[in-house]
């Protein structure tokens, strides 16, 4: 094995790694792979340099690397010898099945049934008209957004205290909601979260155990459903009237009720002040548990907002959860959760179990942004922009797609919800304006109870005028 050695190993002299990282490498992979078996004696290193033409240094730097791993042995005037129990020579493996020839890995249920999920909607290219969900990147103040960020990046090494959510941040939000969405709360009640989903997900894992009920709407945003059966719960889907929720619609009792009462996703519809107090009630005699998601509360077109739940309800029974990313752009990944003051200790524990932690640095720069208004400049200038697109896009599709389409027109947001004729088939219409290039979802893909209930769900903050028209044309062509 002496003489043959040599010819396993091949070494690049003029390659872009050094000698001794090639020949510690090739030697490693020849014992794993068995070629080179347990209990072998390999050269010494002088023979070993001698038979490859390298320096004796680099022999010696490679084999005592490989004693370093456990891969050999080394003992005194003897040569080193193959370890015991290293191979991993994938003769001797079960069969190997699946994608990229790896062996099968048992995963979780919950795991499973992933690849069956048609949630998140996933675009891997660059956004589009009419894709929902997205701010207007290209409005937003990039200038004073970096002055932000690089002070806060500047005074890392001055900060003392390194709690998980930033105090600053915590007052300054805590001024912006109390004022323009009637939050009732201490400052330290705001915990930040990478995303609302994290948000969602830190909820559910704190507040429901396998086998509670877990009610949420329908249509509705399907990342709740996602959160609460991760967590083990049985997931009711309650259909909406006019108003939102139809609570009396179910006879089990929930422990946990999600809703969007701002701009009801996907609808837009604004839930009314007596469907907001009979959801209230309903909790409270029930011991329910909501999750009122303000995800674009922010933007509201026709009159001053109701009033947030959380500011509402006469016990902390409501944890508010809210985003930047839409209000600001989709790369600023914060968003957040003003939970009950009793769980304050509880939730920032469970938030370090889950490791739903975000960057210090980002949020320093954000309590900036707020605290010097450009946070609320920013808002009332897209509020502006984005009415004006919201009816350029009720226009459009009325001229492009007269009666084929009945469009609801949102008192806020950044989407709306156009239905389709009865028995359309909504997700091969979806995928057809995709094939032309225009972004949209379908409704039915928000739908968890039966109903004949069809239509397109389209975003319009991020686009311009010339964008809309071009995209609504595609769309009234394609819908005719």
Excluded at 42 to 59: I, K, M
Excluded at 95 to 124: C, E, F, N, T
Excluded at 190 to 196: E, G
Excluded at 320 to 333: C, E, H, P, V
Aim: proline share 6%; glycine share 8%; charged share 25%.
């Amino acid at each position: 094995m002496d003489d043959l050695l040599p010819g396993m190993l091949h070494l690049v002299r003029d390659g872009g790694e050094t000698l001794t990282r090639q020949l510690t490498d090739q030697l490693r992979g020849l014992i794993t792979k068995g070629r080179l078996a347990p209990g072998q004696r390999l050269p010494s290193s002088r023979e070993l340099a001698q038979s490859l033409g390298l320096s004796r240094n680099t022999a010696s730097f490679a084999i005592e690397q490989l004693a370093a791993e456990g891969y050999v042995t080394l003992s005194a005037g003897r040569r080193p010898v193959v370890a015991e129990g290293l191979s991993l020579d994938r003769s001797k493996s079960p069969p190997r099945s699946g994608r990229g020839g790896g062996a099968r890995i048992r995963v979780s249920a919950w795991a499973s049934s992933l690849q069956r999920s048609v949630w998140p909607p996933i675009h891997k290219e660059r956004p589009r008209p009419f894709q929902p969900g997205l701010a207007d990147e290209r409005e937003f103040p990039h200038d004073e957004w970096s002055r932000c960020l690089r002070r806060a990046a500047r005074n890392a090494p001055l900060r003392r205290d390194r709690p998980i959510n930033h105090p600053p941040l915590q007052e300054a939000l805590l001024r912006h909601l109390v004022v323009h969405r009637g939050i009732k709360a201490v400052a330290n009640q705001i915990l930040f979260v990478p995303t609302a989903q994290a948000g969602l997900a830190l909820v559910a894992n704190a507040l429901l155990e396998p086998g509670d009920h877990a009610w949420v709407e329908s249509p509705g945003y399907a990342g709740a459903n996602v959160a609460f059966e991760a967590a083990g719960a049985i997931v009711s889907a309650v259909p909406l009237d006019s108003q939102g929720m139809v609570i009396s619609s179910h006879k089990e009792t929930p422990r946990l009720i999600f809703v969007t009462p701002s701009h009801q996703y996907p609808t837009g519809r604004l839930m009314p002040i007596g469907r907001r107090l009979e959801l209230l009630r309903f909790a409270e005699a029930t011991g329910a548990c909501i999750i009122e998601d303000d995800y674009d509360g922010e933007f509201h077109y026709e009159a001053r907002p109701v009033a947030a739940l959380q500011g509402l309800a006469p016990s902390p029974r409501v944890f508010y959860l809210g985003t930047f990313s839409k209000a600001t752009y989709a790369d600023i990944r914060i968003g957040y959760v003003v939970v009950p003051e009793a769980l304050i200790d509880l939730f920032e524990l469970a938030q370090r179990h889950m490791g739903i932690l975000t960057s210090i640095t980002i949020q320093d720069a954000l309590a900036e942004f707020i605290s010097a208004g450009a946070y609320l400049g920013h808002v009332r200038r897209m509020t502006r922009l984005y009415r004006g697109r919201r009816d350029r896009m009720l226009q459009a599709l009325a001229t492009e797609a007269g009666n084929r389409l009945a469009v609801e027109t949102p008192a806020g947001g950044m989407q709306l919800l156009a239905r389709c004729r009865p028995r359309t088939n909504d997700q091969q219409l979806s995928a057809r304006l995709l094939e032309a290039g225009v972004v949209s979802r379908a409704l039915t893909r928000m739908l968890y109870h039966k109903t004949e209930e069809r239509g397109l769900f389209l975003g319009f903050a991020a686009w311009n005028d010339k964008e809309i028209d071009q995209a609504a044309r595609i769309l009234g062509r394609i819908v005719r």
